[in-house]
């Protein structure tokens, strides 16, 4: 409690007093006090999560103030997949850097149900870019489809398999590949898409959803992956090829998604509007 009165430079009585005068219009014990000092209940977790949210808007309200009087600068935090980092991201990002130049941006990677359920439900981010499964979304997150992307069969450039034609699926099961975990909602996807086709899906020899790591293995020319078609357009540096399978591969929905209800900053909804100008052809192509 003196630390606090410290911080906010006041008395301890007067934050006694106001904690006291909290607790009696809430009616509950908001603080657990001991010889150690104090710890909130589960009531003043609750006020306290509830107050981040309060003042997170009102932090917006702020940078929306200062971005009217120099729209040309801001920051916003935002979350994406892996494999949205390694293509379409780094293009909107790009394209609006250019007309924003003191723009700052903060880029969470993350798999889709961290996103969701601790990045932007923490608020960390105000939103988020990728390929986001129906299961992972709730009642409180709002959801807008940019683009269908795929997974394709896909292997480097060195690799045996690129330079033949028409391969039987069945005829890469014993290779060596580099797949998400089996039990995350790509992994399942894919799996469904192998047994569809009459095929059990390969095993793993490595499991990871790093892009780098599995672009590294590709680059050895031993190892094959499931690669959405639109990183490996955009992300041009990157030595991939596709592979000539009688194979539909796994369809996703890259997705922007926000808190509901939330105050987005202004730097925000220019960029998803970009997004959306940036997703357009990949729309029209996919389709």
């Known amino acids: 409690m003196a630390r606090a009165a410290a911080h906010l430079n006041i008395s301890q009585p007067a934050v006694s007093k106001a904690i006291a005068a909290l607790e009696a219009t809430l009616s509950v014990r908001l603080l657990d006090r001991n010889p150690q000092g104090v710890e909130p209940t589960i009531y003043g977790r609750a006020l306290v999560d509830g107050g981040v949210a309060v003042f997170d808007e009102l932090i917006k309200s702020v940078e ?3 971005h009217l009087t120099d729209p040309a600068g801001g920051e916003v935090r935002i979350g994406c997949t892996e494999a949205g980092a390694a293509g379409f991201v780094p293009t909107v990002l790009a394209a609006l850097s250019l007309r924003y130049p003191r723009a700052v941006f903060r880029v969470t990677t993350a798999d889709p ?4 359920a601790r990045e932007l439900a923490q608020r960390r981010i105000e939103f988020a870019i990728g390929a986001f499964p129906d299961a992972v979304l709730h009642k409180d997150i709002e959801s807008a489809v940019l683009f269908e992307d795929r997974h394709f069969i896909m292997a480097g450039e060195s690799s045996k398999w690129v330079r033949r034609r028409k391969i039987k699926l069945s005829r890469l099961i014993e290779e060596p590949w580099v797949l998400p975990p089996p039990e995350s909602p790509m992994g399942l996807s894919i799996a469904e898409a192998f047994r569809s086709y009459g095929v059990e ?5 490595v499991t990871s959803f790093s892009i780098p790591l599995c672009h590294h293995l590709l680059a050895t020319g031993r190892f094959l992956t499931m690669h959405p078609i639109v990183m490996a357009r955009l992300g041009n540096y990157l030595p991939l090829k596709r592979l000539d399978v009688d194979f539909a591969g796994v369809r996703r929905h890259v997705r922007i998604v926000t808190l ?23 729309a029209r192509e996919t389709r």
């Not at 202004?266 to 509007?273: G, N, Q, S, V």
């Open 113 to 116: 149900v961290t996103l969701v």
């Open 201 to 205: 899906p390969p095993p793993s020899r």
């Open 260 to 282: 509901r209800n939330r105050t987005l900053s202004p730097l925000a909804r220019l960029l998803i509007e970009c997004a959306r100008e940036a997703a357009k052809p990949l």
């Open 64 to 66: 929306q103030i200062e």
